[in-house]
C-alpha cells in the first residue's frame, strides 16, 4: 500500500513539474497560475498544494535538484583533496558532460534568471558550490592564510562567475559543439586575467594550475 501511495506521489510530482517546464518555455512565471499549471498536469490544485508552498516554491525545488545534478559533474579524487581551485577549474572537470545536462535545461536556466529575484538564484549556485568546497575552504584557511582573508570575497566572486557562465550558456544562441569551443576559450581568458590579478594583488599566482 505504502509503495503504490508513492508510486503515486512521485507520478503527481513529475506531472506537475513537467507542466510547469512546458509553460515556461513560452510565458514567464509571473503570468502562470496554479490553477493552469494543476490543469495541464492533471492532478488537483490540493495534490499540487500537498508538495509545493507555491508555483515560486515548485520552479525553486526544481532548480535545486538540477544546480545539484551539475555540480555533481565537478565531483571527483582531486576536488576532495585540492588546496587550490578557482571557477575555471571547476568548469573544466567533465565539461562537455555539463554542457549536455544544460542544453537539455535551457528552459529552467531562463527562467532562473528571469524569474527568481537574485538572492533566490545567488543561493542555487552558493548552496551546492559551499557543499562541493567545503573542504578546500577548511583546508585553504589552514594552508594559505592570505587565501583566508579573502575567503568570502573568493566564494562571492567564484558564485558571481559560475552565474556568468550558465546565464551565458542558457541564452547564447549556439549549439553544444560550438558552446564547447566558447567555453574552453572564455574560460582561458577568464583565467589569463585572473592570474594578472592575482599577482598585481598577491605578487604570485594564487590559483596556478587549471
Known amino acids: ?46 495534490t499540487f498544494y500537498i508538495y509545493y508552498e507555491s508555483k515560486n516554491d515548485c520552479l525553486i525545488t526544481i532548480l ?21 581551485l578557482s571557477a575555471e577549474m571547476l568548469w573544466m572537470r567533465n565539461l562537455r558532460e555539463k554542457l549536455d545536462c544544460i542544453f537539455k535545461n535551457r528552459v529552467l536556466l ?16 552558493r548552496t551546492p558550490y559551499e557543499e562541493q568546497m567545503h573542504g578546500f575552504w577548511e583546508r ?3 594552508e594559505e592564510p592570505v587565501l583566508a582573508l579573502s575567503q568570502e570575497l573568493c566564494k562571492v566572486l567564484d558564485c558571481m562567475q559560475l552565474a556568468i557562465y550558465l546565464r551565458f550558456l542558457a541564452e547564447a544562441d549556439l ?23 592575482e599577482k598585481a594583488l598577491f605578487g604570485t599566482e594564487v590559483f596556478p594550475d587549471l
Not at 535545486?64 to 587550490?84: C, P, S, V, W
Open 64 to 84: 535545486k535538484e538540477l544546480m545539484q545534478e551539475i555540480f555533481q559533474l565537478n565531483a571527483d579524487e582531486t576536488t576532495a583533496t585540492a588546496t587550490t
Open 110 to 125: 531562463r527562467a532562473m534568471f528571469r524569474d527568481l529575484n537574485t538572492d533566490e538564484w545567488m543561493a542555487l549556485i
Open 140 to 142: 585553504s584557511s589552514r
Open 1 to 46: 500500500m505504502a509503495k503504490r501511495k508513492d508510486i503515486r506521489s512521485a507520478r503527481s510530482q513529475y506531472f506537475i513539474r513537467k507542466a510547469l517546464v512546458e509553460m515556461l518555455e513560452k510565458r514567464p512565471l509571473s503570468e502562470l497560475s496554479v490553477a493552469e499549471i494543476t490543469e495541464k498536469a492533471e492532478v488537483s490544485r490540493r
Open 175 to 197: 549549439t553544444v559543439d560550438n558552446a564547447y569551443s566558447a567555453m574552453n576559450r572564455m574560460l582561458q581568458i577568464q583565467k589569463q586575467r585572473r592570474s594578472q590579478w
